[in-house]
């Protein structure tokens, strides 16, 4: 258009407020009852009446085998725990039984048995860099290592009708279990010198883990599985993968350094190793917030976050009627596509 | 969810189109009445004044209640519900224009035409007390004034007056980008205010 326009918001006020004033025209109260009646008609039979008739057929079947079938998944799963814990009770009396023929032992033998288990490098003064490189082995290990009490603990449910000794007393001689103990590998023997030399004071917890470390080490592949679902993510290579298990490992270097007889040089470099991995440890945890990021920022992507939420808990009306509360409150917010998507019905 | 009942214990407003919409395609026949009267009057009015047939327009009113109710079951929330009904009012409009061929509606033209002539209304540019009550009888014209209007200008305006809907849902609504939803919108106001200009 070539005529020069000439925005006036206060005429522009005037036309609107002019045209709303004199365009009041509805419908015919016919014309109302007719499309009023179709549409009571039309809900009388429900939403999605086919659907629901559908569903009343299908319904009823389709539940009771749901349950059945979510009932045997869980005794198979029952009783498989239950066999699998006491599989773990008899390792742990043949087990603790070894140990305590250990114990019996001259009391000597003890510092041999650290230096069996690869800990006889410690005896010289190691290289920092060496010892940093020994705690992320003893870190990386001991992630694992955490775990098997739980299944352990959870093998000892009263469904396994099994209970996992934890005798309070040889608790301290068990950490020499992995010094004696068939089962070889890294996992074994790295907390088991560590545990030996600490005849230091140890916290109750740690020595309760120390105790049971080598039952699960032995534990079956099944329950390891089991435990690798509530388990967190595996760590990844590198110092951060290190981290969560960071205060671990000083925890246990700490008594290695405690004992009289260990030599004090080795103590201040167990214990400068651990502190550098607690420093990794914030710093790996740093990154990994910066890496994160905040996820949601304005409330309006944190409104469509509880949205997802609702969709993803399968909650579609809520989530429905949350977007609808959401268009009303951001008229121009574009809803995302995968919001829109995920709330469409399937045809 | 509240029931029935609580809708029409007055709470109407405190529920959304969105919302209500959503009820009724769970079944609240009741939801359904309220947005009915929410909209009925825009909706007649809009194809009321594009067609400028009460009998049509009402026979394409009834039309697209009826699509919005078998459509019931498949309503999620995309954007505004209003965008939602005047896009099934303008798809159904459209549908009517085209199917009608060469009769007097296709004349309304649907694209937007550059050079529309200005409108015409009565001129007295005096400027006396007894010329402002003439001009106060010649805004009662407005009604008339908005159905001169091109047809994509008169339908932006009257979704923006009729549906309450901004810049953006009238371009969803209408199916085009949103500058040329709102050059429609600025040309209407441009062309009522020119044929009103002496009596506002």
Redo the contacts between chains.
């Keep these: 258009?070539?005529?020069a326009?000439?925005?006036?918001p206060r005429?522009?006020g005037?036309?609107?407020a002019?045209?709303?004033t004199?365009?009041?025209?509805?419908?015919?109260a016919g014309?109302?009852a007719?499309?009023?009646a179709?549409?009571?008609r039309?809900?009388?039979g429900?939403?999605?009446g086919r659907?629901h008739r559908w569903s009343r057929w299908i319904d009823a079947p389709f539940a009771t085998a749901a349950v059945v079938l979510v009932s045997a998944t869980l005794i198979v799963l029952m009783r498989e725990e239950g066999m699998l814990g006491q599989r773990a009770a008899k390792e742990a009396k043949r087990a603790s039984a070894t140990q305590e023929r250990a114990v019996q032992a001259p009391v000597p033998a003890a510092p041999p048995a650290v230096i069996e288990n690869g800990a006889a490098d410690m005896s010289r003064p190691a290289a920092p860099a060496e010892v940093r490189a020994r705690a992320e082995e003893e870190t990386g290990a001991s992630a694992p290592q955490r775990e098997p009490p739980a299944a352990a603990n959870a093998s000892s449910s009263p469904k396994g009708g099994t209970a996992v000794p934890a005798p309070p007393e040889p608790q301290r001689h068990d950490a020499l279990a992995p010094a004696t103990a068939p089962i070889p590998g890294e996992r074994a023997q790295a907390p088991g010198g560590v545990s030996v030399e600490g005849s230091g004071p140890m916290p109750p917890l740690e020595k309760r883990e120390a105790a049971l470390e080598p039952f699960p080490a032995e534990a079956p592949a099944a329950a390891a599985t089991i435990r690798q679902q509530a388990a967190p993510p595996a760590a990844t290579p590198g110092r951060a993968a290190v981290m969560p298990s960071a205060p671990d490992a000083s925890l246990r270097a700490a008594p290695a350094g405690a004992p009289p007889r260990a030599a004090a040089p080795r103590s201040a470099e167990v214990q400068a190793p651990a502190a550098d991995v607690e420093e990794a440890g914030t710093a790996g945890k740093l990154a990994r917030e910066k890496t994160a990021g905040p996820a949601v920022q304005t409330p309006e992507e944190r409104w469509l976050a509880e949205i997802r939420e609702l969709v993803r808990a399968g909650k579609f009306?809520d989530a429905?009627?949350s977007?609808?509360?959401?268009?009303?409150a951001y008229?121009?917010y574009r809803?995302p596509a995968d919001i829109?998507d995920a709330?469409?019905?399937a045809? | 969810?509240p029931t029935s009942a609580t809708l029409h214990a007055g709470m109407d407003e405190s529920f959304?189109?969105?919302?209500l919409?959503?009820r009724?395609?769970?079944?609240?026949?009741a939801a359904?009445?309220i947005l009915?009267a929410r909209h009925?009057?825009g909706v007649?009015?809009y194809l009321?004044?594009q067609l400028r047939e009460p009998a049509l327009a009402?026979e394409l009113?009834?039309d697209v209640?009826?699509r919005l109710?078998?459509a019931?079951?498949?309503y999620?929330?995309?954007?505004?519900f209003a965008t939602w009904l005047y896009r099934i009012a303008h798809n159904r409009l459209v549908d009517h224009v085209r199917r009608r061929g060469n009769h007097e509606v296709v004349s309304l033209g649907w694209n937007d035409a550059?050079?529309?002539p200005?409108l015409q209304i009565a001129d007295d540019p005096a400027r006396t007390p007894e010329a402002r009550q003439w001009a106060g009888q010649q805004?009662?014209r407005?009604?008339e004034l908005?159905e001169a209007l091109p047809p994509a200008q008169r339908e932006a305006f009257l979704l923006h007056?009729?549906a309450d809907l901004?810049v953006?849902?009238i371009a969803e609504a209408t199916g085009v980008n949103r500058e040329t939803a709102k050059s429609r919108l600025?040309?209407a106001?441009?062309k009522?205010?020119r044929g009103?200009e002496d009596y506002?």
């Design positions: 258009m070539s005529e326009r000439n925005d006036d005429r522009d005037e036309i609107s002019a045209y709303r004199r365009s009041a025209e509805t419908p015919p014309l109302d007719r499309i009023l179709a549409a009571h039309a809900a009388g429900r939403p999605g659907k009306t429905q009627l977007l609808a509360r959401f268009v009303r008229p121009d809803v829109i709330l469409k019905p045809d | 969810m959304s189109d969105e919302e919409m959503l009724y395609g769970a079944g609240d026949a359904f009445d009915y009925k009057g007649y009015r009321l004044r009402e009113f009834q209640w009826l109710v078998n019931r079951d498949r999620t929330v995309q954007a505004r550059e050079e529309d200005p805004l009662e407005i009604v908005v007056h009729e901004g953006d849902a600025r040309y106001f441009d009522l205010r009103l506002l």
